[in-house]
């Protein structure tokens, strides 16, 4: 069965440097979507990128947030500057489109220090 | 996206039913009712989705009421391994928009021996 991969699944940076995590979604898939959870708390989405452009992003999806899909499979989450809060799993999901369901990877545990 | 209303935690014994109530009560009439589960810290897995009509899969069943305001999700035989938060979701589905999802705080489902 498809699946979307994301990858490290744990990352640890220090704060006030860049991480970048990555995502390969399902092929025929159109829609991609970041999303992440603070621990304890809701799944909160960040942004969704359709046809090479960003269609819908959060208040929480600021200038330190940017997410490029650089060749035709891999879609990134770029987070230039960490801060401590920051620190959360982040979820990359893609869907075919029209009703079809979202599907989500397992996810990157995202640690700054 | 219409507001939905859950349980907070819920439990059930292991092979029995598990029923998971939802309201929707301001759903609108384009609007889907979409079900997710969280297993520990995982990504989002789809459950099931409806717009009117009752629907089954291998997974679950969704039981809508006729004015749409409530749902039930149905898992048949409960095992251990359904023990998870489970979110109703309700959203516009089609061509147009990237229709992220709002995730609330869902129902903790807890399966015991």
């Known amino acids: 069965e498809p699946e979307v991969t994301q990858t490290p699944s744990h990352q640890v940076t220090q704060m006030g440097q860049e991480v970048i995590l990555r995502c390969v979604p399902i092929?025929?898939?159109?829609?991609f979507y970041w999303y992440r959870q603070i621990l304890g708390q809701k799944v909160e989405f960040l942004v969704s990128f359709y046809n090479n452009e960003i269609s819908e992003k959060s208040e929480i999806f600021d200038d330190q947030f940017s997410v490029e899909r650089p060749d035709g499979s891999n879609f990134t989450l770029k987070i230039r500057s960490t801060k401590l809060e920051d620190s959360a799993m982040y979820f990359c999901?893609?869907?075919?489109?029209?009703?079809?369901?979202?599907?989500f990877g397992q996810g990157t545990r995202l640690t700054v220090v | 996206d219409a507001k939905t209303t859950q349980p907070p935690s819920m439990d059930c014994a292991e092979g029995r039913a598990a029923n998971l109530p939802c309201n929707h009560s301001t759903i609108s009439g384009n609007e889907y009712v979409y079900w997710y589960r969280q297993i520990h810290s995982q990504g989002p897995q789809y459950i099931i989705h409806g717009l009117k009509n009752n629907e089954t899969n291998e997974m679950a069943s969704l039981i809508i009421t006729e004015d749409r305001k409530s749902s039930t999700l149905i898992l048949p035989h409960a095992t251990l391994r359904d023990t998870a938060v489970y979110y109703c979701?309700?959203?516009?589905?089609?061509?147009?928009?990237?229709?992220?999802?709002?995730f609330g705080q869902g129902t903790r489902l807890t399966i015991n021996p």
């Open positions: 999901a893609s869907r075919q489109g029209g009703y079809a369901e979202a599907f």
């Open positions: 979701i309700v959203r516009v589905a089609g061509i147009q928009g990237a229709q992220k999802l709002v």
């Open positions: 092929s025929n898939h159109l829609y």
